[in-house]
């Protein structure tokens, strides 16, 4: 014992004990405290009893001997800690050429384990930043789950092991598969072997009993635990297709499992992890047979989102798209359709079911919404923020819909409860831009307020003949281009998908605005016009007060103007100045090149 210490002991001021631990805390041994963690000896005072830390919080903080000695932990050299405190840049070099053996450094210095949280303390900020580190973290535990030596947990709270000899990471998987005792844990082993298939040199001889294994527990469970044995046999099915195992005759069968279930097949599905959902449909069309169609569209429209997408994504690459559609079309119409599959259909609006993107599919999701607002069990948002959120949805739902439509629409969205004031003025202004006439609903005025066009017999039956064409010709043929532009693919890159969609919503507001002009429409063959003042189906002459020009107007109806022929529509500028006004009287009525003044010289009736 250090004389110093010795003479400490034998006075009493430190036990014999602490005189022992004094001896390894020289000035620069690096210390851990369990409050103040990894420090550096600086000085001892034997004079005052006292020594001095530098801790990474408290420089040159003092202690007492005898405290110091029963609680400071002296680090040995190659201690990781200490190693870095030494040299930093050398440990982050190592890090980085040796891998493994700095790990192995690493985990000696906590006594053989250390979980993540305790390696990125040790390394954060000294050795790696932050960013450094998860980066560095990734690679790492690919590396120890490569070498045998280390034991890497499934868990992300559970410690890293350091272990005396190499352990072959397929006997390792198997022993913790065969120790599994709960379902749960067994799944987990078995779904580490699937994702580790090549370490296995001999699968023949080391998987058979695991496959024998997950059928018999398989078969125990199949009853009370469904879904569970579903996975168990999946998983089976799994290992055996890619190793080139054969199962036994008496194995229990997936699609078995499917046909005894097919009443709760929505809800048996939905319990199994998202990850099993892509295979446990590819079972479907073996287990059901001719029916198999009828059984997906029941989960595509039953099902919950994730469902939805898994389903249809079946029914059309087995190509029964046409099914899924009036599937899905049935059950907007008879009211039926759920929240979970408005909202795929929602999201996959730009796909092969585009067709069903319309007013009565807006007219479903605000249904569905009322409906799910009275459910205690259904609180689900998320078609009422996508709706809201998704700032082409709108426009989209009610790109092809008619003036009866859309009054229908607003109705609905102005009794509806369940928006928010404010979110509900939102969607009638989205709205309101594509339709300015209904902004009259929500301002309370109506219809029948509307001034009345008067129109020539001739330029109706044009209107309704090019009303004619754009919804039998135009519009159809629009929709094929969509089609024919969907089939390029990725549809986020598709100029002509784009444009062709572009084109959807003009022609849309073109029809609503014919729909509109038609309605108000009133034909006329201009006969017997009153020629004591100017009035639609007069001729008048003009006399231009500055030059003496003489010019002749017909004025006629709404659509029928025709500048150089002289005929212009008494909605425009020039016959409004006109109209009333009586012979000799001076007017200034509008030009291009601004007002001009002039008198009127006659009034006549108009001649075709």
């Known amino acids: 014992m250090i004389s110093e210490i010795q003479k400490a002991v034998e006075a009493g001021k430190l036990s014999s004990a602490a005189g022992q631990a004094l001896e390894k805390l020289q000035p620069g041994t690096f210390v851990v405290h369990k409050s103040w963690g990894f420090g550096q000896v600086d000085a001892v005072n034997f004079l005052v009893s006292q020594m001095t830390i530098h801790f990474k919080t408290k420089k040159g903080h003092p202690m007492q001997l005898q405290y110091a000695a029963e609680t400071l932990e002296p680090l040995a050299a190659d201690h990781i800690l ?49 960013a450094e580190f998860k980066k560095w973290w990734e690679s790492t535990k690919k590396a120890l789950k490569r070498d045998g030596h280390f034991a890497v947990p499934a868990k992300k709270t559970a410690p890293f092991e350091l272990r005396d000899a190499p352990v072959s990471h397929a006997d390792n998987f198997l022993a913790t598969f065969n120790n599994a005792r709960q379902l749960k844990e067994q799944l987990t082993a078995l779904d580490q072997i699937l994702k580790n298939l090549g370490e296995f040199s001999d ?18 469970n199949q009853r009370l635990n469904t879904a569970q044995a ?108 759920t929240s979970e599959t408005l909202i795929w259909l929602c999201k996959e609006r730009d796909g092969a079911l585009s067709d069903l993107v319309n007013p009565r599919l807006l007219s479903s999701i605000i249904g569905a919404l009322e409906r799910d607002q009275f459910d205690e069990n259904k609180r689900d948002r998320r078609l009422h923020d996508l709706l809201l959120n998704d700032k082409e949805l709108l426009p989209d739902l009610i790109a092809s819909a008619t003036l009866e439509d859309m009054r229908n629409i607003m109705q609905k969205l102005m009794r509806t409860p369940v928006f928010e004031e404010l979110n509900k003025r939102s969607l009638l202004g989205r709205i309101i831009r594509v339709f300015p006439e209904m902004q ?49 693919g990725d549809l986020r890159e598709n100029f002509e998908f784009k444009a062709a969609k572009e084109m959807q919503r003009v022609l849309g507001r073109r029809r609503s605005e014919m729909e509109r002009e038609l309605s108000l429409a009133r034909g006329t063959d201009f006969a017997n016009p009153d020629t004591g003042a100017v009035n639609i189906g007069t001729t008048v002459t003009l006399r231009e007060i500055a030059d003496g020009r003489l010019d002749i107007y017909t004025i006629l109806g709404a659509w029928d103007g025709q500048p150089e022929k002289g005929i212009v529509s008494y909605q425009s500028a020039l016959a409004q100045a006109l109209l009333s006004h009586k012979v000799g009287e001076q007017i200034n009525v509008p030009t291009e090149h601004g007002d001009r003044l002039v008198e009127i010289v006659k009034i006549e009736a108009h001649v075709k």
């Not at 998987?207 to 398989?218: C, E, F, G, K, R």
């Open 203 to 220: 699968a023949a001889a080391q998987l058979a009993p695991v496959l024998a294994t997950a059928d018999s527990q398989a078969r125990k």
């Open 230 to 337: 579903l996975e168990l046999l999946l998983a089976r099915d799994e290992i055996a297709e890619r190793t080139g195992l054969t199962k036994s005759a008496e194995a229990l069968a997936v699609d078995q499992i499917l046909r005894d279930e097919k009443r709760r097949l929505v809800t048996l599905i939905g319990d199994l992890p998202a990850a099993k959902h892509k295979r446990i449909f590819a079972e479907i069309p073996a287990a059901f047979g001719d029916e198999w169609p009828t059984v997906a569209l029941d989960l595509a429209t039953r099902g919950s989102t994730r469902l939805v997408t898994e389903a249809a994504r079946l029914l059309e690459e087995k190509g029964q798209i046409d099914a899924l559609i009036k599937g899905i079309d049935r059950e907007i119409r008879d009211h039926a359709i």
């Open 440 to 488: 009259a609903l929500v301002s309370g005025e109506s219809d029948a307020k509307q001034e009345t066009l008067v129109v020539s017999w001739e330029s109706l039956e044009k209107k309704k003949t090019d009303f004619d064409t754009l919804v039998n010709k135009t519009i159809p043929e629009n929709v094929k281009e969509i089609s024919v532009a969907r089939s390029y």
């Open 82 to 130: 200490a190693q870095i405190a030494a040299d930093a840049a050398a440990v982050k070099a190592r890090a980085k050429d040796d891998v493994t053996g700095l790990m192995r450094t690493l985990l000696g210095s906590f006594g053989g384990k250390a979980t993540q949280d305790q390696v990125t303390r040790a390394l954060v900020p000294a050795v790696f930043t932050e």
